[in-house]
């Protein structure tokens, strides 16, 4: 089961998409030195079907991606999530922010258009970071590769 | 009254007695004092105008007029006195917005003797000011409303903006008459322009001289297009096919781009210069871009004098070289003018011109700033700062240019929402009622200063409206809002998209609208505003609290959001300045989109699709730019450190109104609520971890 906390509009986050992203509580990882702390405990409202239909309502037409961020807890139901948007909202892509190192092998990496992997690291530091342990991936146009976009977050600003 | 005040009387009057040589005993001291009616409360001013009374009743006339002239005497010490402690003040004070006790403006960079002689005269302007329209109003409606004006001013349920000047608001010109006669008919003395170096030169000298003759700022819509018109008389219509050709041959060996890059340098460092007949601020000068429709739309009938006609081609190459250097300049020097508005046309939710939706949203990833208008017809304009205006006459003149961008702001006049409200609420009165009756006020008042403004045109002294710079009925009256989310907190409403907060919103700026139309003529427009209000939003506050109102912020927002709210997110700003909330704000409103950082093209590009089908139309994206106070480098990101010396002292540059300034020029309170603002920030850094 998924709880969430809150949600943003967010540009950074997953480049050159507007993106929902909607933060999942309960989180396993606990990483040392996270800047979301509230965000482990077993906090939020339930998050169902329903409720991604009202954000979409919400947003339709505003917002050009989804993101779970978070939901290492139940990592299924992420992916029912995702599948139940591409189904229902096929305009609207979906992103995960995991906190795992890899992906599940028995999660189907297809629901997805973007995937972050990778725990936070104090001494690596977060994806703005050169040194960062953190990857974001996009899936390719063909729809069965992912590439390694995280380089674009290091990439100087005007 | 204390026995020191009746002391002071009684010498007052001995001393009058005195000075015409007239003997005065106890007993008619007290005749004459007998007659005074001292209670408590009452002014000094009440106690010396009734001893003048008193004076005549007892038959000494010439006691009375030596009185009078005592009393004027003192008046002017104290007047002095008063100007001399401001003066003292003002070299004290912080900065120059900070030091101005009447309207104050970030315009000014500096505090020096100039800015100085600005501000000293400015109360005198506001006694005038007051005393010309009332005089008028007196004539038009009666003594009784003259007061209730006086009355509603002085305690703030409305605000008279740019009382400090004589001049009529703001304007956006057309410059045809300019073409055909040079400056002559607004009493210049240089001819028309006949090259592009004479229409440079004669063009900075034009917009001095237009704006030295407003309060407040002069738009020329048509600048581009008339540059790239003198650009091709030089070049060649082609002349953007090849750029890199060198044209120069002096040793620079200058190409074409060159040359004309330097023109924008020209023009654009000239008018970014404090200017003395304006306080030594420098001119407020607004320019506009068109996509191609909006072009056709305002230019498709344009013929210059020799015949030619405006050309897309060069325009279209022209605007998007302006802006890209423009954007480019603004990291060697703080750089305020113009300010620029994108005009697009929008269809199906989104800009009609692609190419131009595009290019927006290029420049804005660049990290360019500029304002954004949008509209799903060209019946109407934002060239004005942000003041928006619907075009009434898109034809074609031989003698005016085109109709379409002739328009402005006579005067502006503001209703304190929150301080209406309130007041209305707390006496049990219906506030419909009450606002009502004040906005129909506003309209009176609005009336008798044009007829003021009518008789100094009769006069001779108004020649932009002569020479038909500006066309005095296309001009509006504007009717300005300051306080509306303050006022719909007292009513106990959310500041989000929500059914009631939306009908309250309607509701008031509906009131306004209703009685601009019913007191619209031929000869009369009106129009409503929310106005940047960048020193009255804290007057306001600072009034209000005073008076124990409820004010929640110490500025009073110019959004349809509250500015330090972080539960909002952007495409929530959208919704709030989207059509069902500005559709009665027929004069504009501005949204300033705060962002922490850039955007990519693709995000801001998806942007003015929010925009457009939200009917959002008219926003900036701002993001503050760094300036470094030991280098001088200007970044045009929001940094906590130089990036070439690594200072930390840095100040920042952003839109606090419509003008990009140094934040530590702008007054006081103004960079307090710019320290509140919250910034839509990036999520990486707390999110990621989780």
Redesign the interface.
């Given at each position: 089961m998924l709880k969430y906390v809150n949600t943003g509009v967010v540009f950074q986050e997953i480049p050159d998409e507007v993106t929902l992203s909607i933060n999942l509580s309960n989180c396993p990882n606990q990483c040392p030195g996270c800047h979301s702390k509230y965000l482990w405990q077993d906090i939020g409202e339930i998050l169902t079907t329903e409720v991604i239909d009202s954000f979409v309502r919400e947003y339709c037409g505003d917002i050009t991606c989804i993101c779970f961020m978070g939901g290492d807890n139940a990592p299924s139901d992420v992916v029912n999530l995702a599948e139940y948007i591409h189904i229902k909202y096929p305009k609207i892509k979906v992103g995960w922010y995991s906190g795992r190192q890899h992906v599940p092998s028995v999660i189907n990496k297809m629901v997805f258009d973007y995937i972050k992997v990778g725990p936070y690291i104090q001494h690596l530091g977060c994806l703005k970071e050169c040194t960062t342990n953190q990857r974001l991936y996009k899936r390719g146009a063909t729809g069965s590769d992912f590439s390694d976009i995280t380089s674009r977050f290091w990439r100087v600003p005007v | 009254m204390d026995r020191f005040s009746l002391d002071k009387i009684m010498n007052a009057i001995i001393k009058a007695f005195n000075s015409v040589k007239e003997p005065i005993d106890l007993s008619s001291l007290s005749k004459v004092l007998s007659h005074l009616d001292i209670h408590e409360g009452v002014t000094v001013e009440d106690i010396q105008n009734q001893v003048e009374e008193s004076l005549m009743q007892e038959s000494y006339y010439k006691v009375a007029k030596a009185f009078m002239l005592y009393r004027q005497r003192h008046t002017e010490d104290r007047e002095v006195m008063d100007k001399m402690q401001f003066l003292v003040e003002y070299c004290e004070a912080s900065n120059a917005a900070s030091g101005s006790k009447f309207d104050a403006n970030a315009n000014v960079e500096h505090k020096n003797i100039a800015t100085l002689i600005g501000e000293l005269p400015k109360s005198n302007f506001i006694r005038l000011n007051r005393r010309l329209l009332c005089d008028r109003i007196k004539k038009m409606y009666g003594k009784e409303l003259s007061e209730k004006y006086i009355d509603l001013l002085t305690h703030h349920f409305i605000y008279k903006n740019d009382e400090t000047s004589l001049a009529n608001y703001c304007a956006s010109v057309t410059m045809y008459p300019w073409l055909i006669s040079g400056t002559t008919a607004i009493g210049g003395n240089s001819s028309r322009p006949t090259n592009l170096k004479s229409f440079c030169g004669g063009f900075v000298n034009m917009v001095f001289m237009v704006s030295s003759m407003l309060s407040g700022a002069c738009a020329t819509p048509e600048f581009l297009m008339y540059l790239n018109y003198f650009i091709e008389l030089e070049y060649g219509k082609d002349y953007f096919e090849h750029a890199d050709k060198v044209v120069d041959l002096s040793l620079k060996q200058r190409t074409v781009d060159k040359m004309i890059t330097d023109c924008f340098e020209q023009i654009v460092y000239s008018i970014n210069q404090p200017t003395g007949a304006r306080n030594y601020q420098a001119v407020f000068w607004n320019i506009s871009y068109y996509d191609k429709y909006y072009f056709e739309s305002l230019f498709g009938n344009f013929v210059f004098p020799d015949g030619n006609k405006p050309n897309w081609e060069g325009l279209n190459w022209l605007q998007k070289r302006f802006m890209k250097w423009f954007n480019q300049e603004r990291t060697k020097a703080v750089l305020t003018f113009p300010v620029e508005t994108m005009a697009l046309l929008t269809e199906n939710?989104d800009t009609k011109d692609k190419e131009y939706g595009d290019f927006t949203a290029e420049m804005y990833?660049?990290?360019h700033s500029f304002f954004t208008y949008m509209s799903d017809n060209a019946d109407s304009l934002s060239s004005c700062c942000r003041l928006r205006n619907e075009i009434q006459d898109n034809g074609f003149s031989y003698t005016l240019g085109a109709g379409g961008v002739s328009t402005g702001s006579k005067s502006v006049l503001t209703v304190n929402l929150n301080r209406c409200i309130q007041y209305a609420v707390n006496n049990k009165i219906d506030y419909k009622e009450y606002l009502s009756d004040i906005i129909d006020l506003v309209h009176k008042v609005q009336m008798a200063y044009n007829e003021n403004l009518k008789v100094l045109h009769e006069k001779g002294m108004l020649p932009l409206f002569d020479a038909g710079y500006i066309n005095m009925s296309r001009q509006y009256l504007t009717i300005g809002v300051n306080g509306l989310v303050e006022a719909a907190e007292f009513m106990g409403l959310k500041i989000n998209d929500n059914p009631d907060y939306l009908k309250f919103v309607q509701t008031v700026l509906g009131l306004i609208e209703k009685y601009n139309k019913q007191y619209r003529t031929k000869d009369l427009l009106f129009n409503c505003e929310m106005i940047p209000a960048e020193n009255v939003g804290v007057k306001h506050a600072k009034w209000d609290r005073e008076d124990g109102y409820f004010v929640p912020r110490d500025c009073y927002n110019s959004y349809f959001y509250v500015v330090e709210d972080d539960s909002l997110?952007?495409?929530?700003k959208?919704k709030l300045h989207g059509y069902p909330y500005i559709q009665h704000l027929t004069g504009g409103s501005a949204l300033h989109m705060n962002?922490e950082?850039?955007?990519?093209k693709?995000?801001y590009r998806?942007?003015l699709?929010?925009a457009a089908?939200?009917g959002c139309n008219y926003f900036t994206f701002n993001i503050p730019n760094t300036i470094c106070n030991d280098c001088g480098h200007i970044d045009?990101?929001y940094l906590k450190e130089c990036p070439h010396c690594h200072s930390k002292n840095v100040d920042y540059m952003t839109r606090i109104i419509g003008y990009l300034k140094r934040v530590s020029n702008f007054s006081k309170a103004r960079q307090e609520e710019s320290h509140r603002r919250y910034y839509?920030k990036?999520?990486?850094?707390?999110?990621?971890?989780?």
């Open positions: - | 939710n990833s660049e990290g997110n952007i495409i929530d959208f962002l950082e850039h955007l990519s693709i995000q998806h942007l699709k929010v089908k939200e045009k990101r839509n990036s999520e990486i850094v707390e999110k990621v971890e989780a």
